[in-house]
Every structure is written in C-alpha cells, then in structure tokens.
C-alpha cells in the first residue's frame, strides 16, 4: 500500500505511520516536490506513480475533482486546524481503516 499525505498535513504524521506495521511506503507532497499542484494534477500524478492513498485535511477535493477517473482513495480528516494536536485525534480510526485497507473512493474520520 502506496500512501501519499498532502501538503497541508505536518510532517510527522509520515513518521507516525511508518512506525505502525504493515505501512512501509508513505511519502509527502513536499517529497515527491508536487507542492502547489491544483487537485486534479495531483490525482493524476498520484495514479501514474502507483499510489493508493491520498490522505489529506481538504474537504472540497472529492466534492470538486471526479474520483471515479482515479485509481485513487482519498482519506479525509475531519478536523479543525492542520496542527498536529487536532490530527492526533484521528489517529486510532486511521489506523484501523489502512490495516482494513480501504477501497472506496473517499473516507472521511471524524476525531
């Protein structure tokens, strides 16, 4: 599993990934230096280098980008601002949901 979190996510959620078992290839926007991408782009960039998940805080991607042209699931994290406080809250269901391995098109966690 491929997993990609984009720009607006801090850094050391790849970390905290990478340290539960079975996440061995997460990468960040900043990385693969796709910053400042418009969301269809990066969809298209994300498929034609075989990753599998988007996750991101973005709450208008899925409703404005058509998804079903993507071989892509986009995770979205429901919450307030992008410090790592308030997505420390989602934490437990994300996990959950990767060891799951989702295959919908988008998933949204709420704290």
């Known amino acids: 599993m491929k997993i990609l979190l984009d720009e607006n996510l801090p850094k050391r ?26 969301n269809g782009e990066l969809l298209g960039l994300l498929t034609f280098n075989g990753f599998d998940i988007l996750i991101t805080i973005d709450k208008s991607l899925y409703k404005q980008q058509n998804l079903a042209k993507f071989a892509v699931t986009v995770i979205v994290l429901n919450v307030k601002t992008t410090k790592y406080q308030d997505i420390q809250l ?18 949204i966690i709420d704290p």
């Open 13 to 38: 959620l790849r970390f905290r990934l990478l340290s539960r078992h079975g996440i061995t290839d997460v990468k960040t926007v900043r990385e693969m230096g796709w910053n400042g991408r418009k």
């Open 90 to 107: 989602t934490l437990p269901k994300l996990y959950d949901l990767l060891h799951e391995r989702p295959n919908g098109k988008v998933v």
